[in-house]
């Protein structure tokens, strides 16, 4: 995007690491850093079969989903991610 407070993010978490919290955690903490930098809104491309990352995004306030060809676009406010407290 050509937008300066709009940033495509991305999270991994290592398979035996998932369900744990750290998901979660990333992405609070990435959104304190975007906060600082001037970002308002994040948008992510997850795969519409990753059940677990579209729920992760759904539980911490999507705004809006879009599916394409088996892509969904998530678009999230860094400003409500961060109302949400780290740990």
Known sequence: ??????????????DAQQGRGFGTLLL??????????GITTFTALVLGANHPMLALLRAEGEESQVFHDGVVTVTLSVERLMSHPLA
């Open 1 to 14: 995007t050509s937008d300066p407070t709009e940033a495509e993010m991305a999270l991994v978490v290592e």
């Open 28 to 37: 609070r903490a990435l959104a304190r850093v975007a906060h600082l930098h």
